[in-house]
């Protein structure tokens, strides 16, 4: 899967430096993942979570999330926030 908006992740990262290592891990992740629909994804990262249409990641356990929209068919997962897990509860990202 190729992954879009990593930009995202890094000015995220560049803001919490302690979040710098488990998105890099992430994204070799997805990057190698050859999936066909959210329950590839599962088995690929088994917390994921399907949240009316997004797909949502626990990065560094429960520290941080990742929203993030797959195109399935044309291999790609576009970035849409990472949160602190705060942020994530308020639910502001749902909108």
């Not at 430096?17 to 999936?35: F, G, N, S, T, Y």
């Not at 599962?42 to 560094?60: E, N, P």
Request: hydrophobic share 40%; glycine share 4%; charged share 35%.
């Amino acid at each position: 899967m190729q992954v879009v908006h990593w930009g995202r992740a890094r000015r995220f990262f560049q803001q919490y430096k302690e979040a710098e290592e488990p998105l890099k891990q992430w994204r070799a992740a997805v990057q190698a993942a050859d999936w066909k629909n959210f329950p590839d994804v599962r088995r690929t990262f088994t917390t994921a979570d399907w949240v009316d249409g997004k797909i949502v990641f626990d990065i560094k356990g429960n520290d941080f999330r990742l929203i993030a929209i797959a195109e399935f068919e044309n291999e790609k997962l576009y970035i849409r926030q990472v949160l602190l897990h705060a942020e994530y509860d308020k639910g502001d990202w749902k909108k």
